[in-house]
């Protein structure tokens, strides 16, 4: 969907949806198309460039807010398209943080030796729960999914320090309000359209900066590490104001940083992964680079995660 389109929707303009957001177009899953089908196919791509047969995962750990259904997970249906009967699939829910936390969990795993193969997706189907009335909202966001494989790797490669943080007093920030068991679905709820998401733009724009910058120093430190050693930096794909002003308080180089958005809109937990699988195919990433991602999301959530790149089979 294009900024023209949404010129038909709404009243909007595709100069003020630019302007303010950064946005020129978002893809859009198919009415037939749930979370765990485009979970699927990033995850046999993220198996096919590891060289990882579908037997050997131990687990399946998927970020997601929009989900095929409220239960069961959407991993287990990821997990039955996939044939993976050896892997535990379970979600994680942190809104557009949950690449992040998700990849956190699926690392502890690794580490633990409770598994030795991880498949970890961020995906949403955001076409599917946001309001199309709702002008401040609806031109925001894309669907889309990225995958990666976790397992053991040199201890001077793959993830060297991670950082989750949540605050529930923020949890009015960015929310659906409706269809849990707080609000149930009612007549009223539905006429109100409070089962869709909400959002209180300013300030998560104020919280967003604030903590995607600390997040990524936070990791950058536990790794003993500056920023000046960080070849790619990949932040959550929200707005290019607050990606703008996260890099401005960084001061990183903006070569550094990975942006996908104006293709993209803001896939939720869905665009550290894509991002970082662009840059990566494109050979913007190479071996040995060291790579931070960083994001936050409704809870409110936000974390980073800080990695050595290392071998991939592309």
């Known amino acids: 969907m294009t900024n023209s389109d949404f010129e038909k929707i709404v009243d909007t303009s595709d100069e003020w949806i630019t302007t303010r957001t950064g946005i020129k177009l978002r893809h859009v899953a198919s009415r037939d198309q749930a979370c765990s089908d485009l979970c699927t196919i990033a995850a046999r791509r993220a198996m096919e460039m590891a060289g990882v047969e579908a037997e050997d995962l131990n687990a399946i750990v998927v970020g997601t807010v929009s989900g095929d259904m409220r239960f069961p997970s959407t991993a287990v249906f990821v997990q039955e398209q996939l044939g993976a009967k050896n892997a535990v699939a379970y979600d994680v829910s942190a809104a557009c943080s949950g690449f992040i936390f998700g990849l956190h969990t699926g690392h502890g795993l690794v580490v633990s030796g409770q598994a030795k193969k991880v498949l970890v997706v961020g995906a949403e189907v955001m076409s599917k729960i946001i309001n199309y009335k709702d002008r401040s909202t609806c031109v925001l966001f894309g669907d889309g999914a990225g995958a990666v494989i976790i397992e053991g790797c040199p201890g001077d490669e793959g993830i060297q320090a991670t950082y989750m943080k949540s605050d529930g ?90 942006i996908n958005l104006p293709e993209r809109g803001n896939t939720s937990s869905a665009t550290i992964p894509t991002a970082y699988d662009e840059w990566v195919r494109s050979g913007r990433i190479k071996k040995g680079d060291v790579v931070v991602f960083a994001g936050f999301g409704g809870g409110f959530t936000w974390g980073a995660t800080l990695l050595k790149h290392g071998d991939l089979a592309i």
């Open 169 to 258: 007093g923020l949890a009015d920030l960015l929310c659906i309000p409706g269809g849990g068991s707080r609000s149930p679905f009612t007549t009223t709820t539905f006429e109100e359209g409070t089962h869709y998401l909400t959002m209180k733009g300013d300030g998560v724009f104020k919280w967003a900066v604030r903590a995607m910058e600390g997040a990524a120093r936070t990791v950058v430190e536990s790794a003993g590490m500056t920023l000046d050693d960080v070849a790619a930096f990949i932040p959550h794909q929200a707005n290019i104001r607050i990606i703008d002003a996260v890099v401005d308080r960084l001061g990183m180089e903006k070569e550094k940083v990975s």
